[in-house]
T-cell receptor, first 110, second 111 residues
Framework: EAAVTQSPRNKVAVTGGKVTLSCNQT?????MYWYRQDTGHGLRLIHY???????EKGDIPDGYKASRPSQENFSLILELATPSQTSVYFC?????????FGSGTRLTVL | QEKVQQSPESLIVPEGAMSSLNCTFS?????SIWWYQQHPGKGPEALI?????GNKKEGRLTVYLNRASLHVSLHIRDSQPSDSAVYLC???????????FGSGTRLLVSP
């Protein structure tokens, strides 16, 4: 069964601090995605990748960096966290058709 | 960039009724359109997809696509309380990599 694991599940960070959200997939999918979900906005695409070593900007990339060091791992990095980045973050992997999501990371920036 | 809009924002139907959800998208050349279901505290799960104009049925679900009007709809027959969730419409862009979601419809099926 497809499996996407996100860590941590919950994170509290301070304004100006660095935050790294991690995602691991065991599906051997080429494509991976980072979304954030906020009330009224649905899922918004931050960054995506179509293979190890590649990262592409999504619709709201400002303030975020991404890293895809291997087929299995895709990280989202907030170098200088701000309260506006408080949200639920979802990672997904995909086979060009279906996306398989992790359970999400709830990030609170104080 | 691709735009995906869903309506209504929320929907309440009695158990056993038909639930109808709508989605419009901005690019007629988009590839497949997907519907995802999301329960509270969980990640979205894929339900059904459609690529060609017309309709597609899977169990109690029917999807209709009209590319000319940039419209897709999801219909859930004999709605059950377990169908209560947020339903997300997703469009795969022409490059095949970028997947854009709408803001969702919150469905509540009352017993």
């Amino acid at each position: 069964e497809a499996a996407v694991t996100q860590s941590p599940r919950n994170k509290v960070a301070v304004t100006g601090g660095k935050v790294t959200l991690s995602c691991n997939q065991t599906n051997n999918h080429n494509n991976m995605y980072w979304y954030r979900q906020d009330t009224g906005h649905g899922l918004r695409l931050i960054h995506y990748s179509y293979g190890a070593g590649s990262t592409e900007k999504g619709d709201i990339p400002d303030g975020y960096k991404a890293s895809r060091p291997s087929q299995e791992n895709f990280s989202l990095i907030l170098e200088l966290a701000t309260p506006s980045q408080t949200s639920v973050y979802f990672c997904a992997s995909g086979d060009a058709e279906t996306l398989y999501f992790g359970s999400g990371t709830r990030l609170t920036v104080l | 960039q691709e735009k995906v809009q869903q309506s209504p924002e929320s929907l309440i139907v009695p158990e056993g009724a038909m639930s109808s959800l709508n989605c419009t998208f901005s690019n007629s050349a988009s590839q497949s359109i997907w519907w995802y279901q999301q329960h509270p505290g969980k990640g979205p799960e894929a339900l059904i997809s459609i690529f060609s104009n017309g309709n597609k049925k899977e169990g109690r679900l029917t999807v209709y696509l009209n590319r000319a009007s940039l419209h897709v709809s999801l219909h859930i027959r004999d709605s059950q309380p377990s169908d209560s969730a947020v339903y997300l419409c997703a469009v795969i862009g022409t490059g095949g990599y970028k997947v854009v979601f709408g803001s969702g419809t919150r469905l509540l099926v009352s017993p």
